[in-house]
């Protein structure tokens, strides 16, 4: 029902910014929650950011508060990430993580979410 490309991803020095974007095509997208997860070489996929359908309600790893913020937009069928302040740890490739409904604990799996973009590369230099 739901199919999801990021973008935005590159190259930058640390203490930069990159803003990610993830477009959805679905006419169900706004009822979704949303959420971007990381997965570098030889790492295991880890919560990034979520938020709620209406946007209301956001939360973030401890690990990226006061750094990262998501957003959405459902007139535009589009979630962002705005990274700041990046650091060479944030080198991962980024997913965009769609599922219709979740709650507690399960909103922070990776294996909660069914639908999945392709990912996009962020890669942050010394």
């Known amino acids: 029902q739901v199919q999801l490309v990021e973008s935005g991803g590159g190259l930058v020095q640390a203490g930069g910014s990159l803003r990610l974007s993830c477009a959805a095509s679905?006419?169900?997208?706004?009822?979704?929650?949303m959420a971007w997860f990381r997965q570098a070489p030889g790492k295991e996929r880890e919560f990034v950011a979520r938020?709620?359908?209406?946007?209301?309600?956001?939360y973030y790893a401890e690990s990226v508060k006061g750094r990262f913020t998501i957003s959405r937009d459902n007139a535009k069928n589009s979630v962002y990430l705005q990274m700041n302040s990046l650091k060479a740890e944030d080198t991962a490739v980024y997913y965009c993580?769609?599922?219709?409904?979740?709650?507690?604990?399960?909103?922070?799996?990776?294996?909660?979410?069914?639908?999945w973009g392709q990912g996009t590369q962020v890669t942050v230099g010394s």
């Open positions: 993580a769609a599922v219709s409904s979740c709650s507690g604990y399960g909103c922070y799996e990776a294996s909660r979410y069914n639908y």
């Open positions: 679905g006419r169900t997208f706004s009822t979704y929650v």
């Open positions: 938020i709620s359908w209406s946007g209301g309600s956001t």
